[in-house]
């Protein structure tokens, strides 16, 4: 039950710090409704689900950034979709009262019919409120799924001021799932369940509607999200990004959360604006005190290429990178660059691989895997307990990649690494054979036309270790995973400068950060090393 106590001093305390704490108090109560829901629910169901609930913080500060209408007699609707217990929807609407709102109108969708229940004693909680300050609160609770009974496909619709939302997260297959092509009629591909909603969210707003979300970062970047980032960024001006320099708890189940860098966006279809608000905070801890820096809308989406990635600065630092990038005169792609995935899929291959007493004969080559790619060279000796053949049994052909120069970039690295891009030289000298074989977790650089030569292939591999690149790529990327097609659209000097980069190693073995820097500095026209 609420504190009633609470609930009668919110009518009369005009003082706004005291009206916050009373504010927190009501959504702590709505957020013991959600914890006691949690211990009730396996882990297995919720992220069956794709259950990810929001805690108090996280909901207020989502509330705290929306326009309030300065006429506090016309009426707001609210979109909730996915709405868990609602906590999102009743920040959201506490917001509004707070700044003098009359009358708010809540529509929730969700599909967890045990949610339904809590989420008719959260709304009913609220509506007390408002009645205690001579405002009205009135709400729906649909149990439907949202995507499958699309409100922007019904003759009903009203269409809503605000949606505040944390979607669901899980991925479908498909040629399998329902979900698969239901919005089409939006845009193409299918990405992520909560695209969807981002997507069908933002088609149920009025002209003057506004859309904040949480949600993880990997619609910003990628080939699979470029139709979703082009219906959203066309229909909508991101206004408002929030980003995350440490993970933390960011939702109530934090021991089933996404595993991923997760971001709060706010877009608008109404401002038009030539800048976009970065706003950056260590997790939920320092929300409300964040850093606040604008950019320029052509600095934090690329338009410069069909992709539209949304790029973050993080700070002042970052947005320099971005600058000096964006000076820079060639891309890798546009360079006669090109970069694959290894094809060695390990678990699709196990009876190519030998583990055991690995040394090579003239029916096997070395398998470069992550721990063979060190920052300007590899290193494959087949002493090292990770270090395994892959045999050339029928149909290894399909496996395996000529034996020639190239550059490895480890595809994976993991959240708390200092670094995001390692890579290292395979010389062809280093195995006399006609082929060699690279795993899937290392991607392999080489030229489209012709073969790299040893003093490209180092310059390479010393610009994609400098500090310069990898807080460029940052930038753009917040996945945890180095994806071609964020590599191909990065700016880097000319082919001749990357082989003077090269030739000026010499025959130096191993750089250290500072050597590599100095070296790499003069050619991006940046001293932007923190």
Request: proline fraction near 4%; include cysteine; charged fraction near 20%.
């Amino acid at each position: 039950m609420i504190n009633a106590e609470a609930a009668e001093s919110l009518d009369n305390l005009r003082n706004p710090f005291m009206e916050q704490l009373i504010i927190s108090s009501i959504l702590d109560d709505i957020a013991r409704i959600q914890s006691d829901y949690l211990l009730s629910k396996p882990i297995g169901v919720r992220k069956e689900l794709g259950q990810y609930f929001t805690g108090v913080k996280i909901a207020k500060y989502m509330a705290s950034i929306i326009n309030v209408p300065p006429d506090v007699n016309t009426p707001v609707s609210i979109l909730d979709a996915g709405a868990g217990s609602g906590i999102l929807s009743a920040a959201a609407a506490l917001h509004l009262l707070n700044q003098g709102i009359k009358n708010i109108h809540i529509v929730a969708y969700e599909i967890d019919t045990e949610l339904t229940l809590l989420l008719r004693q959260t709304y009913s909680i609220i509506k007390n409120i408002c009645q205690e300050r001579q405002s009205r609160l009135t709400f729906e609770i649909k149990n439907l799924d949202f995507i499958l009974h699309r409100p922007d496909q019904s003759n009903e619709l009203n269409m809503f001021d605000i949606s505040v939302i944390n979607p669901p997260y899980f991925k479908y297959n498909v040629k399998m799932s329902p979900y698969s092509k239901t919005l089409s009629d939006l845009y193409s591909g299918d990405p992520n369940i909560y695209a969807s909603f981002m997507a069908v969210a933002l088609n149920c707003l009025n002209n003057s509607g506004q859309l904040i979300s949480i949600t993880p970062r990997s619609f910003t970047n990628g080939l699979y999200f470029k139709g979703f980032r082009k219906y959203i960024l066309s229909n909508a001006s991101l206004t408002k990004v929030h980003v995350f320099k440490h993970r933390g708890k960011l939702f109530s189940n934090d021991e089933s959360s996404v595993l991923q860098e997760n971001i709060i966006c706010k877009y608008s279809k109404v401002e038009k604006q030539k800048s976009i608000e970065i706003r950056t905070s260590d997790c939920d801890a320092s929300l409300e005190s964040p850093f606040i820096e604008n950019y320029p809308k052509d600095v934090v989406i690329d338009q410069s290429n069909e992709q539209n990635i949304i790029r973050i600065p993080e700070s002042k630092d970052d947005y320099n990178i971005l600058l000096s990038a964006g000076m820079l005169n060639e891309s890798f792609d546009g360079a006669g660059y090109f970069i694959s995935t290894g094809p060695v899929v390990e678990h699709r291959t196990q009876e190519f691989i030998e583990r055991q007493s690995v040394s090579i004969e003239h029916d096997s080559v070395p398998l470069f895997r992550p721990h063979n790619v060190k920052p300007i060279y590899t290193g494959w000796t087949g002493s090292q307990p990770k270090d395994v053949v892959f045999k050339l049994l029928e149909g290894f052909e399909k496996h395996v990649v000529e034996n020639n120069n190239y550059v490895l970039l480890k595809r994976l690295t993991s959240k708390d690494e200092k670094r995001r891009l390692i890579a290292g030289v395979y010389l062809k000298s280093c195995f006399d054979g006609r082929c060699i074989g690279f795993g899937n977790k290392v991607n392999y650089i080489g030229l489209k036309s012709g073969n790299l030569s040893k003093a490209e292939a180092v310059g390479l591999a010393v610009l994609f270790n400098s500090t310069f690149m990898d807080k460029y790529f940052r930038c753009i990327s917040g996945n945890t995973q180095v994806n071609a097609t964020e590599v191909r659209l990065m700016k880097i000097p000319s082919r001749c400068e990357i082989k003077e980069i090269g030739r000026s190693v010499g025959n130096k073995q191993a750089l250290d950060q500072d050597e590599i820097d100095s070296i790499v500095q003069p050619y991006i026209g940046s001293d932007l090393y923190g």
